[in-house]
Nanobody, 125 residues
Framework: QVQLVESGGESVQAGGSLRLSCAIS????????WAWFRQAPGKQREGVAA??????YYADSVKGRFTISQDSAKNTVNLQMNSLKPEDTATYYC????????????????????WGQGTQVTVSS
């Protein structure tokens, strides 16, 4: 059984920073890749960042501003978000899988088995 619980979402002003955290409960240790996705109202879900082994992936829209990291001691995967923009406003979801992340044509696919409930991030101008 794998459970993911996100936290850290809140309302901030443009230019500000937030740190999202995903608490991972994985009793059998099956998960090897983790990611953050986001979905804004009326838009498709977008893969923001992923981590697998020592490798990371970032969507072009967040490169240089967001950093994904894994804290094995705390069993969390975190997303540090800096220089936030109004277009970053969305519900952010943590995802995990037992397989490597799938990236096609530079886009992270949402082929993850396990998902959290999401945390809302609102960036005001």
């Amino acid at each position: 059984q794998v459970q993911l619980v996100e936290s850290g979402g809140e309302s901030v002003q443009a230019g500000g920073s937030l740190r999202l955290s995903c608490a991972i409960s994985d009793s059998t240790g099956v998960t090897v890749s983790w990611a953050w996705f986001r979905q804004a109202p009326g838009k498709q879900r977008e893969g923001v960042a992923a981590i697998y082994g020592g490798s990371t992936y970032y969507a072009d829209s967040v490169k240089g501003r967001f950093t994904i990291s894994q804290d094995s001691a705390k069993n969390t995967v975190n997303l540090q978000m800096n220089s936030l923009k109004p277009e970053d406003t969305a519900t952010y979801y943590c995802a995990a899988d037992s397989r490597p992340p799938l990236v096609e044509r530079g886009v992270l696919r949402d082929a993850f088995l396990y998902w959290g409930q999401g945390t809302q991030v609102t960036v005001s101008s």
